[in-house]
């Protein structure tokens, strides 16, 4: 027990440090760096928020990351429920190329997927970087699905074929319910990855107004300046969303993480 | 109700040496409970699958109801089928995974709602229906499933052994149930088991079936008293029967077998019968049909040899006769007062109408002439 205290304290710490930050401006954090805000500055919320632009960077991470995250899970889910239950040539020859890809680091895809988006007009579009983020983030959600789809029992499927469900039906009325904790895991898990991904959103988009939250931030840190108040401020308003999806999947997530044989 | 009819079916999958199942044939009447019963790997579960359409045929004709059946999806063969393991929609509560099969056979609501309360009423499921699976013990997820089955009324009833996940106790009120739903819905049902007392308790007729081919069918007790062959003997009955390696021979028209040194009297089998047979045989005895005698005045049909295991089960207890001469070991179920101890020299003595000949080569039974 007490080292799970002991381990929440150290987790909780840094960010609630942050969050006293974001309440603090800039010189003040400059005369004292752990100091207990004097002024409650939240203004600087509005500030980010209005001034700063963060009402378009955070609705285009929305857009961008909810799209991304939703065409992932159902392109995932397809993928995964058709690897996991049928037997087509090239079955694991697939698998293996999906699963290969996850290995290589997604740094050494920037240069090319960069000119494949400008010959498609799509460099500089919140569309060309949601079909940069499906791609990225789809072999690992079949990864992770297969491995779960595969442990439905077949009697299920069959089943559900004798009582008269077509195959799309019975993965839409059966897979995908039945496999709610894994697809949890892999939405909560996509989510707080794109969410937070830089390289790619500061590589493919170059326009301010299409720019998204991470890239946004960095607004803060000039070459001989840094504003750490507005930047804790920003980051705060950027984590608040992740927040929020962990607390609603949670439970489903530990599920998906602990999830044996379906029975 | 139905009548469900295999003739000649195969079924081999691709790239396998051998077919799963290979010649099948049988048929299932109106309103009959037959089970489908043999090891594992047998072709049983393969076979019930293709009734069910989750299997293709490789050749052969299967018709239900009079229709050849053998390219319809198994959505349109107007079956139900009861799985292992239940295939409870775990997503799901009973009311729902009760209903389930029906909505989408556009059945009006308030037709689906009476005939889930009926079923929940024959099944004592009333008050699990706002339940989802996981909240269900063992026998109450079982319930649920023959409830899916039910509520459908099918043309016939298929189960892949549904009792296997059952604990003993629950095992054998199920099989109760399952034998008195049978009486009150008078549906065709076909039914797989590896467990023969399943099948002799339960089944109208047996199919006894073995490496893919079907090796006897008939009434259970038929079956259990004239097997067709030595695997049918094995098959049926714990202990299994005893089967002995023997030299068959005749004098005059008296026909013996000796075994060991034990020289046994085939008093149902003339010379004629045994004519046509290599002249090694498998002489097979039940043990409940041997009886130990006193050794001295022992006469007739008697093994004779030392006990070497003893098992007493409470009502009656199991002995393990090591038999003289290396002529193999043999089991008895004696009373259980009868006193023994290991090592103890033990006749064992039998009927001779009690006796099973199987061809040796061919293990096929040796027909007698006699009754």
């Known amino acids: ?263 | 109700m139905a009548v469900v009819r295999l003739a000649h079916v195969f079924k081999r999958y691709p790239g396998a040496l051998a077919p799963s199942v290979e010649d099948v044939s049988f048929s299932v009447a109106d309103g009959e409970f037959m089970v489908l019963l043999g090891p594992s790997g047998c072709g049983k579960s393969t076979t019930l699958r293709m009734v069910a359409g989750l299997e293709s045929i490789t050749s052969g004709e299967l018709c239900i109801d009079g229709r050849v059946v053998n390219d319809v999806p198994a959505m349109d063969r107007d079956i139900a089928m009861v799985f292992q393991s239940y295939a409870l929609y775990p997503h799901m509560t009973v009311a729902d995974n009760l209903a389930f099969g029906l909505k989408r056979r556009k059945i009006p609501a308030s037709q689906i709602a009476e005939r889930v309360r009926t079923v929940a009423k024959i099944l004592a499921l009333g008050e699990l229906l706002q339940r989802k699976p996981s909240a269900l013990s063992g026998g109450q997820r079982q319930r649920v499933a023959l409830g899916r089955a039910i509520v459908r009324e099918p043309k016939v009833f298929l189960f892949d052994e549904p009792l296997s996940n059952l604990d003993a106790a629950l095992r054998v009120n199920t099989r109760n149930e399952l034998v008195r739903l049978h009486h009150r819905l008078g549906a065709t049902m076909l039914y797989v088991t590896h467990d023969q007392v399943e099948a002799m308790t339960m089944g109208q007729r047996i199919i006894v079936m073995n490496r893919g081919r079907v090796a006897q069918i008939g009434k259970p007790l038929d079956v259990y008293r004239q097997p067709s062959d030595a695997f049918v003997a094995r098959f049926l009955g714990s202990p299994p029967m005893n089967l002995l390696k023997a030299q068959l021979a005749t004098r005059g028209d008296q026909c013996f077998a000796h075994c060991g040194s034990a020289k046994l009297t085939l008093s149902r089998w003339s010379a004629a019968d045994l004519a046509a047979s290599s002249g090694t045989a498998l002489v097979g005895v039940r043990p409940e049909e041997l009886g130990v005698v006193e050794a001295a005045q022992a006469e007739g049909n008697v093994l004779r040899g030392k006990v070497s295991a003893i098992e007493p089960l409470g009502a009656e207890t199991l002995i393990i006769v090591d038999l003289e001469g290396e002529a193999g070991e043999v089991t008895a179920r004696v009373h259980r007062d009868v006193q023994l101890s290991l090592d103890q020299a033990v006749a064992l003595g039998f009927a001779s109408r009690a006796l099973y000949l199987f061809d040796g080569q061919t293990e096929k039974a040796i027909p007698s002439s006699t009754a």
């Open chain 1, 1 to 263: 027990m007490a080292i799970i205290v002991l381990y929440t304290v150290y987790s909780a710490l840094p960010f609630a440090w942050v969050g006293t930050l974001s309440l603090r401006s800039t010189s003040e954090i400059s005369a004292a760096h752990f100091a207990w805000p004097e002024v409650w500055h939240w203004e600087k919320f509005r500030v980010a928020w209005v001034d700063s632009h963060f009402a378009s960077y955070f609705w285009n991470s929305t857009l961008v990351v909810s799209a991304a995250v939703a065409i992932v899970t159902l392109l995932g889910a397809a993928a995964a429920h058709g690897l996991a239950r049928y037997d087509f040539p090239g079955n694991r020859l697939i698998y293996f190329i999906l699963f290969s890809s996850i290995v290589f680091p997604p740094q050494i895809l920037l240069i090319s997927l960069f000119q494949v988006l400008v010959g498609y007009n799509l460099y500089n579009s919140l569309i060309g970087l949601t079909l940069v983020y499906v791609s990225l983030q789809l072999p690992l959600t079949v990864y992770l699905l297969e491995g779960f789809f595969a442990r439905i029992p077949q009697d299920l499927f069959d089943a559900a074929k004798i009582d008269r469900y077509s195959e799309l039906a019975i993965f839409f009325r059966i897979v995908l319910p039945v496999g709610m904790p894994a697809i949890a895991t892999t939405v909560i898990l996509n989510f707080i990855q794109l969410w937070n991904e830089f390289l790619f959103a500061v590589v493919l988009i170059s326009d301010d107004e299409s720019s998204t939250l991470p890239v946004g931030i960095r607004h803060f840190m000039g070459d001989y300046f840094q504003d750490i108040g507005m930047l804790a401020t920003g980051m705060m308003i950027a984590v608040l969303p992740v927040v929020i999806v962990y607390a609603f999947f949670s439970e489903r997530l530990i599920q998906g993480m602990t999830a044996g044989a379906v029975k």
